[in-house]
């Protein structure tokens, strides 16, 4: 089992900026996309970033052109670095990595490792 640890969120201002990390330890890394996804109170967790094995990315719509996600197999981390937060951005932002060798999606129920999540809060 992989174990997932997120770090870097918080408070910040509606046009500020931060980065979140998602540190693995365990099982295999490198082979896995990872993916972040958030959930905002009352709301249903949805898709945020999906990187692939080989770097590939895709972004939900809402966050297109303003988040950015890498990877850095070395470290075994996954990064996303958000830049003009909006109040709408707020959320638990969880990372959690894929559970078929290779394979990338962005359905929830396709990623079997998830971590405890981070809090980012962001006022008007």
């Known amino acids: 089992q992989v174990q997932l640890v997120e770090s870097g969120g918080g408070f910040v201002q509606a046009g500020g900026s931060l980065r979140l990390s998602c540190a693995a330890s365990g099982r295999p890394f490198n082979n896995y996309a990872i993916s972040w996804f958030r959930q905002a109170p009352g709301k249903e967790r949805e898709f945020v970033a999906v990187i692939s094995w080989s770097g590939g990315s895709t972004y939900a719509e809402s966050v297109k052109g303003r988040f950015t996600i890498s990877r850095d197999n070395a470290k075994n981390t996954v990064y996303l670095q958000m830049n003009s937060l909006k109040p709408e951005d707020t959320a638990v932002y969880y990372c959690?990595?894929?559970?078929?060798?290779?394979?990338?999606?962005?359905?929830?129920?396709?990623?079997?490792?998830w971590g405890q999540g981070t809090q980012v809060t962001v006022s008007s």
């Open positions: 959690a990595r894929a559970i078929r060798y290779r394979v990338t999606t962005t359905a929830s129920g396709d990623f079997g490792s």
